[in-house]
């Protein structure tokens, strides 16, 4: 049983003037060994995350309210250093990266703010949510014990502290802030460097304590984070993890809510009833903080938000979907858990329980002060029910599941009886008639072009790009003697081009002669095929193309996209040409993309076509259409199944990428609750394609005459694309 006056690892407070003729106010947030103690108050912590650039800020106050309905205390968001500082020291903190109105949302309603700044985040974001710009610092070396690198990241830490100071933010000025995290999932990254990695892990720990928030500084998966960092756990499973001090708090700050959709994939889906019997198991084990990952996934809006083969949609099977809308009964399950801990909470912060094993796969927790009782019964058997009698009472207990007794006699909740509402995620379509259309065809770029650079070899992809597109064409001539064999048998050479990925659309003289791609388990790439030649000069196009950037492994920095080579072409009088060492040159991006096709004033600077000119099913061409506003509030999306991969905007700002031509492999079938999870597990929506639908957020569109423009690559027939609204049907 713990003393009734905890001893505190950490007791931070700041003294608030809150008028000239107020008292003074002491705000506090601190911890012991059972919790985040916030002005004195132990408490059991609910979070959930949920990313600002991720939606709209029209959105934010009604995803929050509705995180807040479902019992939740904090809000948890990484910052995304990419989207505020574009270019070195040019800050960006509008739309959708307005960090200050987020969290000024989340407090105004009611709730608190645990604030990831990293600045390495992962979140399957593009770069890890580096700066591109990064990379090209001279002498350059990510997340180790570098100069360079520690210069950059305290510079722009310090700036995401400061600005939270001035406004307020930090819970001892008044504001939401009741924690930070540096850095994220070092500690397999440091094991891999070992001293540098140590010594780095060491510098972020101080920097962040030196910056004197008043608010505690965690690490996640960080087993040797240094005094006064609390290293905590992120997993599918965190009920054995224990802090690597007694006087910290047990902490889950990554319950996964699901997983991430790549390209390629299935969908990944997490029963809410081994969830919710995960956070139970976690917190009859001690732990007082759990974050829910994600609590609302959102959409990879734009070119630079996914990460490597990230889809456009995170919805991560979240309780609160990618469009805003509560799955069902994911959502209502999670309160209704909430609900039970929090009426445990007295007996939960007092004491540390008394733990029985009354039978096999039996376990019992009894959590017993002075005035409070708790009992969490648990059944870990993956087939059978169970009956557990405890004090005198029969309990049953479903396979896989933990009954909660707030007061050692009423199960008021077991994690595998779900009683909130099922239902289902449709989408109706909303577009009468179909959209009017017209096209206009991407020139294929040749090595004959004026705007192309002389390349010295075959250059990295994105040391060219810098990421300012996705595409990049690699551009040289084939000389054909009229005397070759090929020519009079009709055996056409077969060109071999080898890729560091990620997809690689092959033209010959102009014309498409294939298409090949990569995935995230494999970005490397080859194309081997026959091709068309004639005698004399060939014009060989390839048009390498990037599906974000990786953002997670050693040393990303250092990884390569685009065209490297060998090249060859078999098949010739001569044998094998080795076309790899060749004359080259290369060329950044589309010609749609430098006109600003995608936007009002750039697409009135090319001629359209339309009716029976209007170009299907051909491969490099951009659709344009206008439309109205459909009627109501519900969440809108367009229907992409007909077409291949590229682009997509609204009114200007980018959806994101779509590519239903990407068909989804992995393991659907059957799924059950009961045993451990993981992401291979309960797999959805295989053989088709990975995203059909793109969120259209309603705040983007204007009553009339919304400009739609798709950018197709692989060819798609525009006149099938549809626009549909999100809504949901009770299925019990």
Request: glycine share 10%; aromatic share 12%.
């Amino acid at each position: 049983m713990c003393n009734s006056q905890p001893t505190m690892l950490l007791f931070l407070s700041f003294l608030l003037v809150c008028s000239s003729s107020s008292p003074w106010v002491i705000a506090s947030v601190s911890y012991d060994d059972k919790a985040f103690i916030i002005n004195g108050q132990r408490r059991i912590l609910f979070s959930g995350s949920i990313h600002y650039p991720r939606s709209t800020p029209e959105m934010w106050p009604d995803i929050i309210q509705k995180a807040k309905d479902g019992g939740l205390d904090v809000i948890d968001t990484y910052v995304f250093w990419n989207g505020h500082e574009p270019s070195p020291g040019q800050y960006y903190f509008e739309g959708r990266f307005d960090l200050v109105r987020f969290i000024k949302v989340v407090q105004q309603a009611g709730l608190f703010v645990h604030l990831r700044i990293g600045p390495y985040i992962c979140a399957e974001w593009n770069f890890g949510g580096f700066p591109v710009w990064l990379k090209y610092v001279p002498g350059i070396s990510f997340r180790t014990d570098n100069e360079p690198f520690k210069a950059a990241m305290q510079k722009f830490t310090e700036k995401i502290v400061n600005m939270m100071k001035s406004e307020k933010l930090f819970e001892p000025q008044g504001g939401p802030i009741i924690m930070s995290q540096i850095e994220n999932e070092y500690g397999p990254v440091e094991w891999e460097l070992g001293a540098p990695g140590k010594a780095y892990m060491n510098w972020a720990a101080g920097m962040a304590v030196s910056l004197d928030t008043g608010v505690p500084w965690i690490m996640c998966k960080q087993e040797d984070a240094p005094e006064p960092i609390i290293d905590t756990c992120n997993a599918f499973y965190c009920q054995g993890f224990k802090p690597n001090n007694k006087n910290k708090p047990k902490m889950w700050t990554e319950a996964w809510t699901g997983w991430y959709t790549k390209f390629g994939g299935p969908v990944p889906h997490r029963p809410v009833e081994d969830l919710a019997f995960a956070v139970a198991r976690f917190i009859q084990n001690n732990g007082s903080f759990v974050n829910y990952y994600m609590y609302h996934g959102g959409t990879n809006f734009g070119r630079t938000g996914p990460g490597l083969f990230i889809a456009t949609s995170y919805d991560y099977d979240a309780p609160i979907d990618e469009y805003g809308i509560l799955r069902e009964p994911k959502w209502g399950h999670l309160r209704d858990l909430h609900k039970a801990i929090k009426l445990s909470e007295p007996a939960l912060v007092s004491t540390y329980p008394t733990v029985t094993w009354p039978g096999n796969n039996l376990e019992v927790h009894v959590f017993q002060s002075d005035s409070a009782c708790a009992a969490f019964l648990a059944n870990y058997d993956t087939e059978s029910a169970a009956t557990v009698n405890f004090e005198n009472m029969d309990y049953n207990l479903p396979p896989w599941s933990v009954s909660i007794l707030p007061d050692c006699k009423t199960a008021v909740f077991n994690t595998a009886r779900v009683g909130s509402k099922s239902s289902e995620m449709t989408m109706a379509k909303v577009s009468s008639g179909g959209f009017s259309w017209q096209s206009y065809s991407e020139e294929t770029v040749s090595a004959d072009d004026t705007d192309t650079l002389a390349m010295d070899g075959l250059w990295e992809q994105i040391n060219v790009t810098r990421d300012s597109s996705d595409y990049l064409w690699y551009l040289t001539d084939v000389n054909i003697d009229p005397d070759e064999g090929f020519l009079k048998t009709g055996w056409s050479p077969v060109l071999t081009v080898m890729s560091a990925g990620h997809a690689l659309h092959v033209f010959i003289n102009g014309q498409l002669s294939g298409t090949v791609y990569g995935g995230l388990d494999n970005t490397k790439l080859t194309f081997s095929n026959k091709v068309k030649l004639w005698a004399g000069i060939n014009k060989i196009s390839l048009l390498s193309v990037t599906v974000g950037l990786p953002n997670v492994g050693m040393h990303i920095e250092t990884w390569n996209a685009g065209v490297l080579g060998p090249i060859t072409l078999k098949g010739l009088d001569e044998g094998t040409r080795d076309l790899t060492k060749q004359k080259w040159s290369c060329k950044v991006g589309l010609k749609g993309e430098a006109l600003n096709l995608h936007t009002l004033a750039g697409s009135s600077s090319v001629e359209w076509v339309e009716g029976s000119l209007l170009a299907r099913k051909q491969p490099m061409t951009w659709y344009k259409t206008t439309f109205d506003a459909p009627k109501g509030n519900g969440p809108l999306a367009l229907d992409m199944n007909s077409m291949g991969k590229g682009l997509i905007w609204i009114n200007g700002e980018s959806l994101g990428r779509h590519w239903p031509g990407y068909i989804a492999v992995g393991n659907c079938g059957s799924c059950s609750y009961t045993g451990n999870y993981n992401e291979n597990k309960c797999q959805l929506n295989c053989g088709q394609p990975t995203q059909r639908w793109y969120h259209v957020p309603r705040s983007w569109l204007i009553p009339s005459g919304n400009l739609l423009v798709v950018f197709e690559e692989m060819g798609g027939d525009p006149t099938w694309i549809s626009l549909g609204s999100r809504t949901t049907e009770a299925t019990g």
